[in-house]
């Protein structure tokens, strides 16, 4: 059951050396994290930005497989890929877009109900509907193959 509202969140940040710290939540396994390579970052940190559309993708996939267990609509496959557009603009450097490509494996009998499903955890995913830029859903909904029964 889930916990009453308001629920808290918190994560720690130690800084190790230059703009490269560690991000830690225990009990969670922490994470490496700094710039992305276009500010002058090392491309195996995590940076700000991935964090965000990570946050984005796994929001969608939690928040659509909440749903679709209420549903009782069994998921074959899913996958998905988050991609940001950071730009100059009046207002800063922002992100101005975020698309979300989701490929769902599901029966025949169920593509059309699970395409739905999608939609609706887009409209309650708590993260995308807090962030400023429209983020857009894009998906696709294949039946499974009849020897993966």
Same mark, same amino acid.
């Given at each position: 059951?889930?916990?009453?509202?308001?629920?808290?969140?918190?994560?720690?940040?130690?800084?190790?050396?230059?703009?490269?710290?560690?991000?830690?939540?225990?009990?969670r396994p922490s994470?490496?994290? +700094?710039?992305p390579p276009e500010?002058?970052?090392?491309?195996?940190?995590?940076?700000?930005?991935h964090l965000l559309?990570?946050?984005?993708?796994?929001?969608?996939?939690?928040?659509?497989?909440?749903?679709?267990?209420?549903?009782?609509?069994?998921?074959?496959?899913?996958? !998905?890929?988050?991609?940001?557009?950071?730009?100059?603009?009046?207002? +800063?450097?922002?992100?101005?877009?975020?698309?979300? =490509?989701?490929?769902?494996?599901?029966?025949?009998?169920?593509?059309?109900?699970?395409?739905?499903?999608?939609?609706?955890?887009?409209?309650?995913?708590?993260? !995308?509907?807090?962030?400023?830029?429209?983020?857009?859903?894009?998906?696709?909904?294949?039946?499974? =193959?009849?020897?993966?029964?």
């Open positions: 059951m889930a916990a009453p509202f308001p629920h808290h969140y918190e994560v720690d940040l130690a800084w190790e050396a230059d703009r490269h710290g560690t991000l830690m939540a225990p009990p994470l490496a994290g +700094g710039p500010f002058d970052g090392r491309p195996e940190r995590w940076s700000p930005e559309l990570s946050s984005v993708n796994l929001c969608q996939m939690t928040t659509f497989l909440a749903l679709a267990g209420k549903a009782r609509l069994p998921i074959a496959g899913y996958r !998905s890929r988050a991609e940001g557009t950071l730009d100059k603009t009046e207002a +800063g450097i922002v992100f101005t877009s975020i698309a979300m =490509r989701v490929e769902l494996q599901v029966a025949a009998a169920e593509v059309e109900r699970a395409e739905q499903l999608l939609h609706t955890s887009k409209k309650h995913c708590i993260v !995308s509907n807090s962030l400023k830029p429209p983020v857009t859903l894009d998906v696709s909904v294949t039946a499974k =193959r009849r020897e993966n029964v």
